[in-house]
């Protein structure tokens, strides 16, 4: 079965660059999540979206910024990158509904490492 | 808000063996789902077992089991016949029923290790 692709899997980085990552989500899944696990952490919630608008929004900084396409693939734009910054990013897709299609199915993750 | 609890940062069962992970929350609502989440050493995260709240049986799969007990806000994960691949971190989650609050809370973690 077809799961969630983030790319790209590792992205190292400077401080004050940016970065984005991609997320394409289980086909047929209309909503999407963004998580922060920073090391030895539990994820964090950043942002989602449903049907391209977003849904809902957690601990995101202001210099991320996040959007899903036409064709529901999401990208979160980082900005300014900070040492704190370095964590490894989840993405995760469900469908719209009750039960079951309520599940979030995660990515890979990217692992970013700011220098 | 919600707040998930999970007490035990690390356990240990030796392989063939029954080992239960404690999983607490707290909320106001009367539907929600719970999950159960594993994160091997490859921190890809898994999907080990559901549990919505308005099901009073609890979830099984396979080696992997609930007890949700509602009143008691309380949902632990027991595994069975432990294999070495059980190894890694496990979160308990919890999600709002339905609606746009649709993001995971999850716990801190209790990192499980299997011993041959």
């Known amino acids: 079965a077809a799961g969630v692709i983030q790319s790209p899997r590792h992205l190292i980085k400077e401080k004050r660059e940016t970065a984005t990552l991609k997320c394409y989500p289980i086909?047929?899944?209309?909503?999407v999540y963004w998580y922060q696990q920073g090391p030895g952490q539990d994820p964090q919630f950043l942002i989602s979206?449903?049907?391209?608008?977003?849904?809902d929004k957690g601990s995101i900084p202001d210099r991320f910024s996040a959007q899903q396409f036409s064709d529901y693939h999401s990208e979160l734009n980082m900005s300014s990158l900070e040492l704190g910054d370095s964590a490894l990013y989840f993405c995760?897709?469900?469908?719209f509904g009750t039960g079951i299609q309520e599940t979030q199915y995660f990515g890979p993750g990217t692992r970013l490492l700011v220098l | 808000a919600q707040t998930v609890t999970q007490s035990q940062p690390e356990m240990s069962v030796q392989e063939a063996e029954t080992v239960t992970l404690s999983c607490t929350y707290d909320?106001?609502?009367?539907?929600?789902?719970l999950f159960w989440y594993k994160q091997p050493p490859s921190r890809q995260m898994i999907l080990v077992i559901r549990?919505?709240?308005?099901?009073?049986q609890n979830a099984t799969e396979n080696r992997f089991s609930v007890n949700f007990q509602k009143a008691a806000k309380s949902f632990s994960l027991k595994i069975s016949d432990s294999q070495l691949g059980d190894t890694a971190m496990y979160f308990c989650?919890?999600?709002?029923?339905?609606?746009?609050?649709?993001?995971?809370?999850f716990g801190k973690g209790t990192k499980l290790s299997v011993k041959p």
């Open positions: 979206f449903y049907e391209k608008m977003q849904s």
């Open positions: 549990q919505e709240a308005y099901k009073q």
């Open positions: 909320t106001s609502e009367s539907n929600y789902y």
């Open positions: 086909p047929r899944h209309d909503t």
């Open positions: 989650a919890f999600r709002d029923y339905g609606g746009s609050q649709g993001n995971l809370i």
């Open positions: 995760a897709s469900s469908s």
